[in-house]
Structure formats: structure tokens, C-alpha cells
């Protein structure tokens, strides 16, 4: 059995996490570079729980310039098993308006500008993404969404762009007419890089605006997301809160094996390993490679 440590990455407009009881800040390193921001450790109703926030205080980097890999590498050193991404988004259905919550099932990518795995030259491995969310945490979430009183919708597409421009009209058209239900600037690589270190994700996707498709709303301003994002993160606090309280306190084997995603995806044979890369893999792959 392990025990289960509820990891929380905070985004637009949710740079703490109050509530946190005993709180400390933690420095960890990684071989894969700058984090965020030291992580905080605390806990929430007995569960452990560490927070981070991916734009840092202040909001300091851009959804291009935050390094995916470090934080997901200290958040697996921290020893996190689930991780709950809190994420501003744009809607593209009339029946998701701003204030809703999206528990987030499919993601598309469309990031061209960040490294997306830990894995490459000296060691391959291809984890499945058929499933990207883990489904027993959206199924806590809905659950805490639920006691909680919070309107949401449990399933979703988010689509993940670039930015940091907001999207043209014809590609916020593209995006409704494909179907999709949101979007948002974060979510990947960080669900993929999620999956190769073996860390059940789920996203919920906090929607702030009607991006610019809409006929009667005007295009997205930073200015309008930030009004609101203030009620959406007060909300975001109470669900972790409910959520946390609710959490087995071991972590559940997951159904569809995003805790073992690696078992199935390593390809390089054991000789052909470059040893420089193993050693930056000892979090990530710990438990395959250190076999
Ligand atoms: C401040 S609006 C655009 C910004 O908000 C979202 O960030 P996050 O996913 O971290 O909440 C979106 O992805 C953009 O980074
Ligand atoms: N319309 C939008 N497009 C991309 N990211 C967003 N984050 C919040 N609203 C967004």
C-alpha cells in the first residue's frame, strides 16, 4: 500500500493554497531544471498535500517559459500520487459559461514550443495517452464538486494552445466547430509528463470567458479573466478543501494504470541506456529502472 499525497498545481489567479495547515516552503532540485517555485507542504484534514503554483507569485512565466518537466519531476520527488490541475480556460459551448467548472477527459495538443517527455535519445519509452485523466480523481472531484455546491460539467475536450496570444477568430471557430470543449495556454505537456512519471492527473478547468467566438460577447481581455478568476479561485479552494477531506488516505491502484503507465513503454534495450539520462530518470522511472 502507499499512502496517498495529493499534489495541487495552481494556475491563473491561484498562486496559494490557504487553508494549508502547517505550511512550509520546500526547495527541491531537479536534473531538469528550475521549478515554478519551491513547492509547499502541508496538509489538509490529515491528507498531505503539495501546492504549486506554475506561473509562480506574481505571475511571473508565461505558459511557454514554465518548465514542465521540473515541476512535475519535484512533484514526484515530493512524492506526490494524484495531481489535481486548477487551470483558467475559455469556453467554447453556450452550456459552459464563465463560473463553470469542466472536469476535463480528453485534451488536444497544439503547443509546438516545449519539451513534452522526459524520455529521448539513450532511453525511448511511449506511455499511452488513449486516457488521460485518471478516472477515479475526476470521479472524487465530481464528488467534492457535488457537497460543495459547485456547477460543473463532467467531461470535457481542452485544448491546449501555445499563446501567448489569445486565439484568432478562425481558430476559435475551428475549435468550436471540431467540437472541443475548452481551452487553455498549460495543460500540455504537463498531463503528458504527468503520465511518464507514473502520476494520476485530472484537470478541472475553471472557464473565465467565451474566448472570441461568441456573437455577444466581446473577445477575451485579461482584464475580464481576472474578474473572473477571483470567485472561480474561491470556489477552487473549497472543492481542494472538500476533496481533501474526502481523500482515501491510500493511494487507489488506478483503473486504467496511470500509476504503472511505464510497465508497457520502455523500449531501450538495457544496454543501449544512455547513463547520463538514467540518472536524470531516478524519480521519474525510479521504480522500473532501479529494478
Ligand atoms: C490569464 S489568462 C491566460 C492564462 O490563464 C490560463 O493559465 P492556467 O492554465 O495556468 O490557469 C491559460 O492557460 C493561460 O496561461
Ligand atoms: N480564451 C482563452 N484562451 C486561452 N487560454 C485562456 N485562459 C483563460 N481564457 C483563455
Not at 512565466?61 to 500520487?81: E, W
Not at 480528453?106 to 522526459?118: A, I, P
Request: glycine letters at 8%.
Amino acid at each position: 500500500m502507499t499512502r496517498a499525497v495529493l499534489g495541487i498545481i495552481g494556475g491563473s489567479g491561484i498562486y496559494d493554497l490557504p487553508g494549508l495547515e502547517g505550511a512550509r516552503e520546500e526547495v527541491i532540485g531537479s536534473p531538469w531544471g528550475e521549478p515554478s517555485a519551491p513547492v509547499r507542504r502541508g496538509t489538509i484534514a490529515g491528507l498531505p498535500i503539495v501546492f504549486l503554483p506554475r506561473h509562480d507569485k506574481g505571475h511571473r512565466l508565461s505558459p511557454s517559459d514554465i518548465n514542465y518537466r521540473a515541476n512535475i519531476d519535484v512533484l514526484k520527488r515530493a512524492g506526490v500520487t494524484d495531481l489535481v490541475s486548477l487551470s483558467a480556460c475559455g469556453s467554447f459551448k453556450e452550456e459552459m459559461p464563465p463560473g463553470t467548472f469542466v472536469l476535463i477527459d480528453q485534451f488536444v495538443d497544439r503547443t509546438h514550443k516545449r519539451e513534452s517527455s522526459f524520455f529521448g535519445k539513450g532511453c525511448v519509452a511511449h506511455v499511452s495517452m488513449a486516457h488521460p485523466v485518471s478516472p477515479r480523481l475526476r470521479i472524487h472531484l465530481a464528488a467534492a464538486a457535488e457537497a460543495e455546491g459547485i456547477a460543473i460539467a463532467r467531461g470535457g475536450t481542452y485544448v491546449c494552445m501555445e499563446g501567448p496570444q489569445f486565439s484568432t477568430l478562425a481558430e476559435s471557430m475551428t475549435y468550436k466547430t471540431l467540437g472541443y470543449s475548452v481551452i487553455g495556454m498549460t495543460n500540455m505537456p504537463e498531463a503528458k509528463l504527468a503520465r511518464e512519471a507514473e502520476i494520476c492527473y485530472a484537470t478541472v478547468a475553471m472557464v473565465t470567458d467565451f474566448d472570441c467566438w461568441h456573437p455577444d460577447h466581446d473577445a477575451v481581455t485579461v482584464q475580464d479573466i481576472i474578474r473572473v478568476l477571483t470567485s472561480n479561485a474561491d470556489k477552487a479552494k473549497s472543492l481542494v478543501a472538500r476533496l481533501a477531506k474526502d481523500f482515501p488516505r491510500e493511494h487507489e491502484p488506478c483503473p486504467i494504470g496511470s500509476d504503472r503507465a511505464l510497465d508497457t513503454a520502455l523500449i531501450t534495450a538495457p544496454e543501449a541506456r544512455d547513463p547520463e539520462l538514467l540518472r536524470k530518470l531516478d524519480a521519474v522511472a525510479g521504480r522500473l529502472l532501479r529494478a
